[in-house]
């Protein structure tokens, strides 16, 4: 089975800050990840997919990149809005594995 | 808009059994695979199964394997979840989730979730 690491686990930022998240697959999965964001209460929403694809609506300034077994979530300007849990989700080779999660809270 | 909303949940002992429902509306529910997810409070996410557009294929992750069982009703564009023999570490929100398919028609991401239903596990 993959696995999937995320990190940091707790992110402490301020409004404006460059945030990167990472994320590590055990083997490669080519570019087949996506990345969500849950906030308290709520389903998962997801803002990236296939590593580096925006989804529809999904702010500019959320991007992702990597490919093979190292991929990064950046939001490049954090508003007040972004202050969340972000996941990575692998789909490659019958397995739709998550990372645990990393929080983003206020510092 | 695609909507998805799951029913079905609550307190149930050991050993017991649940049904989830989950139902679909704003798209051709025929046309896509569908997944159910989980998430034990405090904790991450967890997929659990996915179920082809006609229903003939269906996936499953170890840890519910031969306890749980999906199936649809595309005339109701319905989705449920039959959960057997549950587990206090079954315990946690279940969502049912819209699933994407790449050009082959492989399943791939979660692009619609419900709101999730909660399922809780003790005597």
């Known amino acids: 089975d993959i696995q999937m690491t995320q990190s940091p686990s707790i992110l402490s930022a301020s409004v404006g800050d460059r945030v990167t998240i990472t994320c590590r697959a055990s083997?490669?999965?080519?570019?087949?990840l996506a990345w969500y964001q849950q906030k308290p209460g709520k389903a998962p929403k997801v803002l990236i997919y296939?590593?580096?694809r925006l989804e529809s609506g999904v702010p500019s300034r959320f991007s992702g990149s990597g490919s093979g077994t190292e991929f990064t979530l950046t939001i490049s300007s954090l508003q007040p809005d972004d202050f969340a849990t972000y996941y990575c989700?692998?789909?490659?080779?019958?397995?739709?594995?998550f990372g645990q999660g990393t929080k983003v809270e206020i510092k | 808009q695609v909507q998805l909303v799951e029913s079905g949940g609550g307190l149930v002992k050991p050993g017991g059994s649940l049904r989830l429902s989950c139902a679909a509306s704003?798209?051709?529910?025929?046309?896509?695979?569908v997944s159910w997810i989980r998430q034990a409070p405090g904790k991450g996410l967890e997929w659990l199964s996915y179920?082809?557009?006609?229903?003939?294929?269906?996936y499953y992750a170890d840890s519910v394997r031969g306890r749980f069982a999906v199936s649809r009703d595309n005339a109701k564009d319905s989705l449920y979840l039959q959960m057997n023999s549950l587990r206090a570490e079954d315990t946690a929100v279940y969502y049912c989730?819209?699933?994407?398919?790449?050009?082959?028609?492989?399943?791939?991401?979660?692009?619609?979730w419900g709101q999730g239903a909660l399922v809780t596990v003790s005597s």
């Open positions: 989730a819209r699933t994407a398919g790449d050009s082959t028609g492989y399943p791939t991401l979660f692009d619609y």
């Open positions: 704003g798209f051709t529910f025929s046309d896509y695979y």
């Open positions: 179920i082809s557009g006609n229903g003939d294929i269906t």
């Open positions: 083997q490669s999965i080519s570019y087949w």
């Open positions: 296939d590593a580096s």
């Open positions: 989700q692998q789909y490659n080779n019958y397995s739709w594995r």
